[in-house]
Each structure stands twice: as C-alpha cells, then as structure tokens.
C-alpha cells in the first residue's frame, strides 16, 4: 500500500516536470517555404547555388554533418557515418556507418556507396563535373575495407579535413547508379534522405514526402514539405505575411522583418545571425597607382565600418563589422584586437586624416578619379556601393561607378579589366581553409582577382592549414589577417552580411547557422498546431 | 472668317505690340490639354536646366543622420535610404531624364526618318529589303529589344539612350516611310530628278521638309516613352546606376521595401515620371490634332 | 484570296528568319557565357578551368559559330527547340506554364483595355471639345503616362493598407482551379490594360470623329436622331475596324513585353523568364523564346492582315 502511494506521487511529480522540459516534438504537416532560385539540376557534386539544396537536400543524408543544433554551424556531427577515428599522423581517417539504411529504392546503403559518392567528388571521370574537387586536394585514396566502414587516407595531415566533409553538398548516391550512369543524378533524384521526392514542376514548386522507412527512427517529424520557386523577395514576405509560407531559409532584409513583425506580432519568431557571406574589395596591383600600398591602405583607411554599420543595417543585410572570419565563430578575432587594424580604427577622422595623409604621400592628387566596378545586384551590392563611393569622396577621391551585369561580371573581372572591384565569398561552413584561400597569391589560386602574389601570405596559409593545434592556428591566422587587410592591404572587407530569417513560430527545431546552405535536411524540423 | 467676339481678338486689337501674347492665349483657349502638356515640360525643363540652382542639397551626399526622414523643413519631399534629399534628387533626375529621352527620341526619330524617307524614295528592291529588316526588328517587344541591346553594351546613360534608340528606329521608319510615299508622287519630285538632282540632295532638301509634322509627332510621342523605358530599365537594375539621380533608380530597392512606412520615396519619383511623360503625351495628342487637318473642329 | 493568304505567309519567313539571326548574333556578342554564369556567380572559393572548358564542349559551345546557328537551325525545321542550356530540359516542358500564364495576361489586359477604350473614345467624341472631351482624354493618356509598375505597386499596397489582403503568389492555371487563378491576374490584367487603353481610346475618338462627319450623320443629328444611328447603322461598324485592328496589334505586343509589371506582380510569365534566360546566357532559351515572341506576332499581323483584306478586296490586288 506504501508502494502504492509513493509510486502515485512519484507519478505525480514527474506529470508536474514534464511540462516545464520543452515541447515535444508533434509529428505531421507539411512545411511550405519559398525559394528564390530554381536548381538548374539535382545533382550537389556539380552545382553550387543553394537554389539546389533548399528544395533537394532533403532527399539526401552526407556522410558527415554540421550539428543541427549548434548556432555556429562549425561543430560536426554524425550522419551516414556514425563515428569516426583519426590516425595519430593525422593522415587517416576512419569512418563507422550506420547498418540498415535504406535508398528510396529500398536497397540498402553500404560503404562502396559512399566510396562511389566521393571518388566522384574528388576523382572525377571525365565528363563529369564536379566543384568542390579543388578541396580534396589532399586526399590520397578512399578506400571502403568492409560494408560499413570508408576510410581517406590524406597525403598530408589537415586541420579541416573533417570541416570538408561537412559540405552539404555531397549527397551520397547509389553505387550501382553511378556505375550505370554517372550523369543520371543531374536529372533523376533517388537518396537516403529523410524525405522521398514527389514532383518537381518547373517554374513552380518541388513537393517531398515523409520517408517512413528512414534510418533514423522517430524523424522526420514533418508528413512533407513544399518548396515554392518566388522570383521576389515582395513575394516571398508577402507569402509568409499572408501565413501561406512558413518559413525562407536564405534571409530576408531589416525592413522586411520590421514589417513581419509588425503585422504578425507573436505569430513571427525572428532568428538572427551573422552570415558567412561578406562582399570585399579587389585591388588591381597591377594598375598604377594600386601598386602601391599605400593607396591600398587609404581605400580602406576612408570606410568608416562601425557608422556604415549603423546605418546600412538598416536598410540591407549587412552589418557586422568582420576581419578575415565570421564575428563569434571560433577563429575570429575579437572586436577590441580587431580595431588595431587599418580601416578598423574607432576614431574615424584620424583614420580618415591618415588615409589623406598616404594619399599625398603616395602622389594621388586631390580629386583623383577611378572606376570602382560593381555587380549588378540591389542587394546588398547597391548600398554598399553608393556608402563606399560616398566614404571615399571624403578623403577626396572622386569614384565612378560602373555596374556590370551579374552574368557577365566575374568574366570582366577574370580579365583584369577594372581598378577597383567588389569581390564576393560565401561559405557553407566557417572555416579559415575555406575562407583565406581566396587571398592566396594567384598563380595559386586563380579565384585571386587581385593579380599579386605573396610568398609571405602563401607560407602563413600553409602553416596555419597544416596545423592541428586550435590556440597555434589562432595566432597565425591573425597573423595573415594583420598582412592581408593592415600591412599590405590586398584586399579590404565591407561589412559582413547579417542573416535575418523571420519565421511562423509554428517552426520549432530549426537552428539558425551563419550558412543558408546548413540545417536544410529537415529531419528536425517540427510544426505546432 | 467669323464675327462673334473673341476675347483674343480684342486683346490683341488692345495690345498690338505684344502679338506672342496673343499666340499663346489663343493656343490656350483652343487647345487647353496641349497648352498644359506644354506647361508641363516647361517646368521639366526648368527644373533640369537650373537644377544646380535650384537643388537645396547635393544629390549624391549621404547623410546617415538623416536617413528615412519624412518631409519636413529641411527636407521638403523628405530622404531616401542613404539621408540623400528627396527633392534635389527629383530636380537632377529630371536632367538625365530629359537627356536620356531626348537623346534616344532624337536619334531614333532622325535614323528612323532617314531610313523611311530614303526607302520610300528608292521604291522597289530597295524598299522592300529595308521593310524586311525593319519587320525583323518589329518582332521584337520593345522592352526585350532593349534588354538585348543593354546586355551587348552595357548598363549606363549612353548605352541606355542607344538601348532605347533601338527599338524606336523602325518604328519611326514606317510612319515616316507612308507619309514620305505620298510625297514622292508630288509632280516637283519628279521635276527635281528630271533636273538631274543628286538623289541625296532630293531627300533631304526636298523629301525630308514635307514630312516633318509626322516626324514631330512621332518625336514628341517617342520621348514620353523614352522617359517611361529608361524608368523601367533603372527600375529592374539594367537602366542608369546608382549614385546617378535617375527617377527609376529612385523607385527602386529601398522605396518599395519601405513603402509601407516611409511612402514619399516611393510616391514622388513615380509622380515626376508620371508628369513628365504625361506633359510630353498631351502635348503631342494637341500636336497630332493641329496636323492632322481632318480632325480639327468646325 | 487563297493566293493573297499565300503571299502574305511566305512573306513571313525571310522575316522569321531575320529574326533567328538577329537573335544568335546579339547573343554571341553578349559577354560571357552559360559556363560562366554557372561557375562564377556563387562566390565559391574554388574555380576549375577544365571544369568550365568540359562543360562548354558538352554544350556544344566550342564549335564554330555558323556550325551552331546551323545545328540550330535544323533542329527547328524538326520542330525540335532543343535543350535550356541552363536546366538541360526540353524547353517545351520550359515554357508551357509561363506561356499559359502571359497569353492569359494579355488576352484579360487587351479585354479589360477595349472595354474601356470603345465606350470612352464614342462618348469622347460624341462631346468633343467638352471638359467630358477633355476628362476621357486626360484619363486615357495619364494610363500611358504612369509606369505600370509604379501603377502596380501602388495597387499592391493599397491593398495590402486597405484590405489587408494580398494576392495569391503561385500561378494555378484557369482550367485547374479559375477563382485562384483570377483573383491573381485580375490586378496586373488591369493595370497593364488601363495603360493600353489609352492608344485605343485615341483611335476610337478619332475615327468616331471622322464618321460624325459624314452628312447624313449630321443631317440625322440635326433632326435629333443621331445617337439611334451612330449606334445602330453601319457608322460604328466602320469606325471600330480600325481600332480593333491597332488593338490586335498591341495584344500582340503584349505577351513578351511585359517584364516589369511581371517582376512587380511576381508573375512566372515569358517577361520574367526572358530577363532570367539573359542573366544565365542560356542561348538556346533565350533564342527560342524570341522566337515564340516574334512568330506570335507576325502570325496576329497576318490574321489582321487577311481580315482587311477579306473586308476589302482592294488590298488583295496590291
């Protein structure tokens, strides 16, 4: 009888927490959700936009993963692989797979699936595209020694070897597919993934359904999802406005969120995050007088970063004032050592007075007239074009711009015809590999618009790649930071862009990430009544 | 001639010495709409030649204290997204929007005139290639010719007035082309090339003149439109760039998104283009109405 | 007659023709390439020139330009558009939605803009020199004057202030679900209608004016008859010819010339497809949808051409 009573009140006490713990998960809707950009194909080895991976990811699992709850989108979880060893060199990975998983055609997917998967990505036969090849420089071979294990072996030990695998981008195909037919996942969509493909009607949406037999036992929670191809950013507001979408996973700009708000109330949970996007300058070193550092200084000595942050935050999706790696992520370097930087003073008017002052000292005369070329994009190329013209007409440089149309854009600036240019980078994972290459000299990197090279930059990169040690790689990646935007100043930074994602808050399980490429597989996702 | 009382009649017989006075007031009370179309691009044109006179502000100055002000003391028609003055911008506006319209109605219509003219004039082969190739670019919507055209050359003014010019070409060609194949059979034509004129010199001292009201018309239509095509080629990014003051580029981005809570960036660059191409439009309806004889009133 | 139908159709193939090459040429001589806008557009940090050749030489870009055009060429006397050079689709399959939706657009705008442009041209007329006169005129031409997307985006927000409500932002085609689909193209069907009613109006006015010129018309008005016949006897028939005839011709403008109030009204229409074909240089797209465009109006042009002709048998023997 004792029993009796103490179990009831146990009982009792444990109905009284349950409740206070989060809401679980509820299992069923269909999640509807515009896309600004239609995939030009399906298969992730090939493209790049995130036009693919926002209505098609779903249909897929990596091998790897970014933590679907980690808000810096850096940390890696397991997916297909559910664990993983590193050799003690550093040069061999191993790899454990989940047993039991199933394709969409109900065969199941063992480790020569994942092996085809990436002897595509990195070793393509010919014919085929693929990429993101130029990131597996270093690995050697893949191998697959039993069903469920793959194993990289590297030809040099790599501190982002791991931060590689997490691409979201490398879907892993059927083997025997590939084998058939290495081109047949450009046109045809068959996965792993926790969503199994529907329809695709062109020019209008792609609709999935749930994956009842998915390895992952209780997800998805979602019944399906909707992906609905909108031209405009009106309609897409208009759409969530109208609670005919539930969410946009790319950003929307601080206006557009001002007005979700205002009209939705608590209807709209508004998620946030600095953006692995940033626009930078690209100086041509061999246009006179941007050989000389000096002049290179003055340009971004004259943007004062923290009032164009202010402002321009108000009316595009830029905002945080960035070095070479997103604001709060580990590598960054903090605010107060960043502001030791050229253009990172705080005190505007010495920055400007100084930017003057090497102007004359270079021989720039008063009134000196360039071209600076843009690419013909509103958002966020407009504003930031029309700050900086504005910025550099008060250290007393009169700049023209010149838009050119986005297709045509990086041709004209591949050839080196231009003075001034914007440049633009965007990441799917935050990661100083991925987001210093492109400063690397450019008989190395043709990516490199700024037509330089620099042995000293190129030997920091490399150490600083090489090395497995967090708190070493910190340091020589300041190091780089410091030659690049401060002493020899080849390139400058904007501001980094600043990912705003309204959202019904009927969405629970999604976590924001600094990457509109991340968290798109949808397995966590759930919507409240 | 009538003998009711006319009051412009008895003003000019009051003030003989001012006989301008009496022109405009008579084009007044008989065509009231084209007088205001021609009012209407009076004020354009003011407000284009002394915009440098008469802008409060410096259209390109950002001014991030001030950005998204409605319109107030200091700023009449209020700031756009970068604190640039609203007004200001609409007066240089009207400067590269007179400048891109006339210069793309002005050389669409003179290449257009020339080719129609010299095709009606030569007749036979000649005439129905060049009709051929005009249709070639017929086919074309004007917007999608213009595109094109942008793509090939570029974004800017003068690649824009050319842009423009384009499409406006064979148009002008075929309404000149049957108004200068009615010329063609007048008998001091004919006379001109018994006398061994050069056929040069025919066209353009003897064809050209007679068929200049058509042209006029069709240069007065053509600017309206011109102004209208250049807002929206700036309007879809592919026009006249920013920091430039272009009506279009004043409606883009910013205005739109912000139409909602700050409307005046939105309404007045919209109201000037309206404007504008409205004037350009009544005057040349009055225009047409003067020329064509069979519509005047009895 | 059949031979006039005959002459006026072959007349349309070097037309036709000019059009195809015109097209190619301009295309080529645009900067960059599908390969390009592919591969250097998204900011990734790693490009690959062999990457980009091999896709050229899939896409048959690395051929002599004649060669191209001729391979072309062939295809459509097979009736064979070929592949987007962006999607690797037929392009068929591309177009047939956004083809839907801007012939629907112009036929409900072309609609919208006679009904508006006959009944206000008669009564502009019938009162000419009257501020009724002057009103109709304002009206009509202040529709020519204001940009359609200006239009457009006031109308948006009036609705969105007013009534909070916004229009449907997924094309439903009419056969599949008819309220849906028009309580979306109602908005960009009058805005852009209001705009061509304007040239329409104009016509009506002028040729109303000239048949009321006619004696008997004046003799009957005289007698206070007047409004019985103008719109009973064969006066109206004669002066709507002409104004149908122009209004065709604009119809016949209207399905590829409507990019903006697209982009505006967020319509997944051939404007809007256009401006996205340019942007990824997808030649073959590009070129088959020109050609659409341009076959769509010769082939209005003709039909106008031989109702003329039917109507007066004059024209024939020209």
Same mark, same amino acid.
């Given at each position: 009888m004792k029993l009796l009573w103490s179990s009831l009140a146990i009982l009792a006490s444990a109905m009284l927490v349950i409740p206070a713990q989060a809401q679980q998960p509820r299992h069923g809707g269909e999640l509807i959700f515009p896309v600004p950009s239609e995939p030009p194909s399906y298969d992730g080895h090939r493209e790049e936009t995130f036009g693919l991976i926002h209505p098609i990811a779903p249909f897929y699992n990596t091998l790897l993963r970014v933590d679907p709850f980690d808000r810096t989108g850096t940390k890696p979880a397991p997916s297909l692989a559910q664990s993983w060893t590193v050799s003690k060199d550093g040069k061999t990975y191993t790899f454990k797979l989940h047993k039991g998983v199933k394709f969409h055609d109900g065969s199941e997917m063992t480790s020569k699936d994942v092996k085809a998967s990436y002897d595509k990505i990195i070793f393509p036969p010919p014919g085929v595209g693929s990429s993101r090849k130029g990131q597996y420089a270093d690995v050697e071979k893949v191998e697959a020694p039993d069903a469920y294990t793959v194993v990289f072996h590297l030809k040099n030990p790599s501190g982002s070897f791991i931060a590689s695998l997490l691409s979201p981008y490398n879907f892993i195909y059927k083997a025997d597919i590939l084998a058939k037919d290495? /081109?047949?996942y450009e046109k045809n969509i068959m996965g792993t993934g926790p969503f199994i493909f529907v329809e695709h009607v062109k020019g209008s949406h792609v609709v999935g359904r749930r *994956?009842? *037999?998915?390895?992952?036992?209780? &997800?998805?929670?979602?019944?399906g999802f909707r992906a609905i191809f909108m031209n405009s950013s009106a309609a897409e507001v208009a759409a969530i406005r109208g609670e005919?979408? /539930?969410?946009?996973f790319r950003g929307f700009s601080p206006k557009d969120r001002d007005n979700l708000v205002a009209a939705l109330g608590n209807k709209i949970t508004v998620d946030e995050s600095p953006w692995d996007c940033i626009l930078l300058g690209a100086i041509n070193h061999e246009k006179k007088p941007f050989d000389d550092p000096r002049v290179r200084r003055a340009l971004t000595l004259a943007l004062d970063r923290y009032e164009g942050s202010k402002a321009l935050s108000q009316i595009a999706i830029v905002k945080e004032v960035a070095g070479v790696q997103v604001p709060g992520t580990p590598f960054a370097t903090p605010p107060d050592e960043l502001a030791k930087l050229a253009g990172y003073w705080h005190d505007a008017e010495k920055s400007r007075a100084e930017a003057r002052r090497l102007l004359k000292e270079a021989g720039v005369p008063e009134g000196f007239s360039f071209t600076f070329k843009n690419r013909g994009i509103p958002m966020p190329y407009e504003p930031l074009g029309v700050w900086m013209i504005d910025q550099w007409r008060r250290v007393g440089l009169n700049v023209k711009q010149e838009v050119i149309e986005a297709a045509a854009y990086f041709g004209v600036i591949r050839k080196g015809d231009f003075e001034v240019a914007m440049d633009f980078q965007c990441g799917y994972i935050v990661e100083p590999d991925l987001d210093m290459y &492109?400063?690397?000299s450019s008989d190395r990197n043709p990516a490199n618009y700024g037509r330089y090279k620099d042995p000293v930059l190129d030997e920091l990169y490399d150490k600083q790649s090489r090395s497995t040690n967090v708190a070493e790689r910190k340091k020589l990646v300041r190091e780089f930071e410091k030659r690049v935007l401060d002493e020899q100043a080849h390139y400058f930074m904007t501001l980094q862009w600043h990912r705003i994602v309204p959202h019904s808050s009927k969405v629970h399980g999604w976590t924001i990430t600094p990457s509109h490429y991340l968290n798109n597989t949808l397995d966590t996702v759930w919507l409240s009544e | 001639m009538a003998a009711a009382p006319q009051t412009v009649e008895e003003l000019t017989r009051a003030a003989p010495r001012a006989p301008w006075l009496a022109a405009i007031l008579n084009f007044i009370r008989r065509r009231p709409l084209g007088a205001l179309g021609a009012a209407l691009i009076l004020v354009m044109v003011a407000a284009a030649i002394g915009a440098g006179a008469l802008a409060p502000y410096d259209p390109l100055a950002n001014d991030y204290a001030a950005m998204i002000s409605p319109p107030n003391a200091a700023h009449w028609l209020g700031t756009d997204a970068y604190g640039r003055d609203v007004l200001s911008r609409i007066l240089y506006g009207s400067r590269t929007a007179l400048m891109v319209g006339l210069g793309a109605s002005m050389i669409g219509a003179t290449f257009g005139s020339l080719i129609g003219v010299a095709s009606a004039y030569f007749g036979g082969r000649v005439d129905l290639t060049v009709q051929r190739i005009m249709d070639v670019f017929f086919a074309f919507p004007v917007i999608i010719l213009a595109l094109t055209v942008v793509a090939v050359l570029g974004t800017g003014a003068g690649n824009v007035i050319l842009a423009i010019a384009t499409p406006m070409v064979p148009r002008c060609a075929r309404v000149v082309r049957s108004s200068a194949l009615a010329v063609r059979e007048m008998p001091y034509i004919d006379a001109a090339r018994a006398s061994g004129f050069a056929n040069r010199r025919i066209i353009l001292r003897h064809m050209l003149p007679n068929v200049m009201a058509p042209i006029l018309i069709m240069a007065t239509a053509f600017l309206g439109e011109a102004i209208l095509l250049e807002a929206s080629l700036s309007f879809i990014g592919l026009g006249v760039q920013e920091p430039t003051a272009a009506w279009g580029l004043m409606l883009r981005g910013a205005a739109v998104e912000f139409a909602e809570t700050a409307p005046w960036m939105a309404i007045f660059p919209g109201l000037a283009i309206s404007l504008a191409v409205f004037g350009f439009n009544l005057f040349g309806d009055s225009l047409r109405d003067a020329l064509d004889p069979r519509l005047r009133t009895q | 007659m059949g031979l006039y139908i005959v002459k006026r159709l072959l007349a349309m193939i070097p037309t036709l023709f000019g059009v195809a090459v015109l097209i190619f040429v301009l295309l080529r001589v645009v900067p960059g390439d599908v390969v390009e806008a592919r591969y250097l557009t998204q900011g990734s940090q790693f490009q690959s020139q062999e990457l980009m050749n091999q896709e050229r030489a899939k896409l048959g870009l690395d051929q002599p330009i004649w060669k191209q055009f001729t391979t072309w060429m062939t295809g459509i006397l097979h009736?064979?558009?070929?592949?987007?050079?962006?999607?690797?689709?037929?392009i068929t399959e591309e177009i047939k939605l956004r083809f839907a939706l801007s012939l629907q657009l112009a036929i409900m705008a072309s609609l919208f803009a006679q009904c508006l442009a006959i009944p206000l041209g008669i009564l502009a007329a019938v009162k000419q020199d009257t501020w009724v006169d002057y009103a109709v005129r304002i009206f009509s031409i202040a529709g020519l004057a204001t940009p359609s997307f200006w239009l457009g985006i006031l109308m948006i927000l009036t609705m969105l202030i007013v009534f909070h409500w916004v229009p449907p932002m997924v094309f439903t085609p009419l056969w599949v679900d008819p309220w849906q689909n028009l309580q979306q193209l109602i908005w960009p069907a009058l805005a852009v209608g209001y705009r061509y009613s304007a040239v329409g109006t104009r016509m009506m006015r002028s040729a109303m004016l000239e048949v009321l010129r006619e004696d008997y018309i004046r003799t009957a008005r005289a007698k206070g008859l007047w409004l019985k016949l103008i719109l009973t006897r064969h006066a109206l028939k004669n002066a709507i010819l002409p104004v149908l005839t122009v209004m065709s011709l604009e119809f016949a403008f209207l399905l590829g010339g409507l990019v903006v109030t697209e982009q505006v009204f967020n319509l997944n229409g051939l404007g809007m497809l256009f401006v996205q074909t340019i942007a990824h240089r997808d030649y073959t797209m590009t070129q088959a949808l020109v050609m659409l465009v341009a076959t769509f109006f010769l082939f209005v042009n003709f039909f106008v051409d031989i109702a003329y002709a039917w109507i007066d048998p004059r024209i024939r023997y020209r």
């Open positions: 290495p /081109h047949w *994956n009842p *037999n998915y390895w992952d036992k209780g &997800k998805p929670y979602l019944d005919r979408a /539930h969410i946009q &492109k400063f690397l | - | 009736l064979d558009f070929g592949l987007s050079m962006w999607t690797g689709s037929p």
